[in-house]
């Protein structure tokens, strides 16, 4: 595991992320669904947001709910924004930069656990 200096700590990591893109004209209805149909690849991680490969596009202002497991921590599930996407290599998979939207604070205390941060708020 290789540790990036960034804005924030950064961990270059590979592990499975679900996650639900939510749609303005159907919400209510999505947030009540429980459900993450998609399946993405995390590529690194930080306390702020990630980085990951999906098989399917998603563009710059989607937002979505997503879930993964912290390493040694459990399951963590936040909502979230993509602030940039761009297709690797053109036709393949779309490569994003997701920015976590205040999540809740049990699970924003496991990433800030992982990243070995004080867990004060």
């Known amino acids: 595991m290789y540790l990036e200096?960034?804005?924030e700590n950064r961990v270059l990591l590979s592990l499975p992320v679900?996650?639900?893109i939510y749609h303005l004209?159907?919400?209510?209805?999505e947030v009540k669904e429980d459900h993450l149909e998609h399946k993405a690849q995390i590529q690194d991680l930080s306390v702020?947001?990630?980085?990951?490969l999906s098989a399917i596009r998603?563009?710059?202002g989607d937002v979505m709910e997503l879930e993964m497991e912290i390493p040694g921590k459990?399951?963590?599930r936040s909502v979230a924004k993509v602030v940039w996407s761009h297709e690797v290599?053109?036709?393949g998979s779309w490569q994003c930069g997701i920015h976590f939207i205040p999540v809740y604070e049990k699970d924003l205390t496991h990433l800030k656990e992982f990243f070995g941060m004080d867990s004060g708020f």
């Open 25 to 29: 004209e159907c919400l209510l209805d």
């Open 5 to 7: 200096k960034r804005k």
């Open 74 to 76: 459990g399951n963590a």
């Open 89 to 91: 290599p053109p036709g």
């Open 18 to 20: 679900q996650f639900k």
């Open 58 to 60: 998603l563009n710059e």
């Open 48 to 52: 702020g947001g990630l980085q990951v």
